[in-house]
């Protein structure tokens, strides 16, 4: 029998442990590298994450600052580099201001301003202080919907259960008071159960909890519609074709449903007085209501609808409430992006006061 030499045996062992402990030793290595280089890029994220987030706010600041003393429509009016990044329209689908990309330090900003007052309010349907539908409003709703291909039987229930959404105990009114709407106890009976609002819509985006609203409806109608604005006067500089028809439309019925004798408008004229209205700003920025009214005569001398206008479209057709998406980019091949939506509020009466914030919002 052949003997084992114990020298060689104990360097057997020694080399296995030598080699053991070289793969421990390089795995220790490989995940050191790798953990640095992971916190590398965690740290060179994080830089340009906040850098993007400061060039997504400063767009804001840009919009704040001009509005100021002027309007986002001013813009256009700049010279050189930055004029030429600008892209402002006002065609049958509204105005709308965009800048698309503009290097801003290390990165890029996009920015897009829309005006608030171009939409339908919702909040004006119901009046906070009394309770009572406005039925101006409640006309312009149903008219826009229908405008935009919207069945009438599901129109008709979303208007009704927001009705009832917006609607409180008021002196004089009822609580949920559209009886072909949902109301509080609707609410409480489903599966995940929530209460009515019964106040104003803080965002578009609510209307998604209201009974009669469901995802292709919402994504149909939401351009079109707002919460932002004081009250419920269209600026018919800014509106699309589609607000107008159905603001015009509106025009023709009485606020309260007792005092109504709608003066009906054939959607064939109300069209040709939205188009008349959009080639009239193509020259002429501002559409102020006396301005509108002249317009609608002009091609219906016999519609007795100014008063009606007078209630719907903004006197002056200046806004006083825009939204600004701006977006902040940085890095090329896997670019960090942020995004900033506000809605800036600028007080008309008081000349060269800022802008303030009524809603913000960053993703």
């Known amino acids: 029998m052949r003997r084992t030499d114990p020298k060689t045996t104990q360097r057997g062992i020694v080399l296995v442990i030598v080699v053991i402990t070289i793969a421990i030793l390089s795995t220790i290595v490989i ?114 919907f229908r405008f935009l291909g919207v069945e009438t039987e599901k129109a008709d229930l979303f208007v009704a259960s927001l009705v009832n959404w917006l609607d409180g105990a008021a002196p004089g009114s009822g609580n949920d008071q559209a009886p072909d709407g949902a109301g509080g106890n609707y609410y409480t009976r489903l599966d995940n159960p929530y209460y009515i609002k019964d106040g104003p819509l803080d965002s578009v985006e609510e209307i998604r909890m209201i009974e009669g609203m469901d995802k292709d409806f919402f994504f149909k109608v939401k351009d079109y519609l707002t919460v932002y604005p004081e009250d419920k006067k269209v600026n018919f500089s800014t509106a699309s074709k589609t607000v107008i028809m159905a603001t015009i439309k509106a025009a023709g019925v009485s606020v309260n449903e007792r005092q109504n004798d709608p003066r009906e408008i054939k959607d064939s004229v109300v069209g040709r007085m939205a188009d008349e209205i959009i080639i009239r700003r193509s020259t002429k920025r501002v559409i102020s209501a006396s301005e509108t009214n002249k317009i609608l005569k002009g091609v219906d001398s016999a519609l007795k609808i100014s008063s009606g206008i007078s209630g719907v479209v903004l006197k002056g057709g200046k806004s006083d409430v825009y939204t600004a998406v701006s977006t902040g980019i940085v890095g090329e091949q896997i670019p960090v992006t942020r995004q900033v939506q506000a809605v800036i509020r600028k007080n008309l009466k008081k000349k060269n006061s800022y802008p303030t914030v009524a809603s913000w919002r960053e993703r």
Do not use: C
């Open 31 to 144: 995940d050191f590298i790798y953990s640095t280089r992971v916190s590398y890029e965690i740290s060179v994220n994080s830089s340009s994450d906040v850098q993007a987030r400061h060039i997504a706010k400063s767009g804001v600041r840009v919009v704040r600052g001009v509005l100021r003393k002027k309007t986002p429509e001013d813009l256009s009016l700049l010279q050189g580099m930055l004029a030429q990044a600008i892209s402002s329209e006002n065609g049958a689908d509204g105005w709308k201001l965009s800048i698309t990309s503009f290097p801003i330090g290390e990165g890029n900003i996009s920015l897009q301003v829309v005006d608030e007052r171009s939409k339908v309010n919702l909040n004006a349907l119901v009046d906070q202080r009394s309770g009572r539908v406005d039925f101006q409003v409640r006309t312009q709703l149903n008219e826009l």
